[in-house]
Each structure stands twice: as structure tokens, then as C-alpha cells.
């Protein structure tokens, strides 16, 4: 990560101020949320996984490695 990334945060700073401002300035309140949207996001990825291993969805990595190299 570049420096001028690292010092223009304010991407971060809005997103921070737009969870605390939906959670009513209430940290604990905007931490348990956070907490639980990654909670749900980490379950969606872990079922995702599982689908792909079990060969239900087409790994789109494979793919598209596959399609570079049969197009060189």
C-alpha cells in the first residue's frame, strides 16, 4: 500500500461517521453491528466456498485463467 494511500483515509472516516450516525452516536451499538455484518459476511463466504468445492458453482477464477491461457 502506497504512502498517499495510507494518509487519504477519508473514505474510512465517512463510513465511520455514516455506521456511529446510523447507530444514533451509540460506539457500542455501531461496534456490535459491525461485528455482526462481518459475522454474516464471513458465513456467506464459507458458504460460497463450500459450493464451489462441492462443484455446484463454477470457480470464475479457474475460468478466467483458463481463457487467458487458451487465448495465448
Do not use: F, W
Request: glycine share 2%; with cysteine; proline share 1%.
Amino acid at each position: 500500500m502506497s504512502a498517499t494511500a495510507l494518509l487519504d483515509n477519508s473514505h474510512y472516516e465517512q463510513a465511520c461517521d455514516q455506521a456511529i450516525a446510523m447507530c444514533d452516536g451509540n460506539l457500542r451499538s455501531t461496534i456490535k453491528a459491525l461485528i455482526m455484518a462481518n459475522e454474516y459476511l464471513e458465513a456467506e463466504l464459507e458458504e460460497l466456498q463450500a459450493a464451489i468445492s462441492a462443484g455446484c458453482i463454477p470457480d470464475i477464477s479457474r475460468s478466467r485463467v483458463r481463457s487467458k491461457s487458451s487465448a495465448a
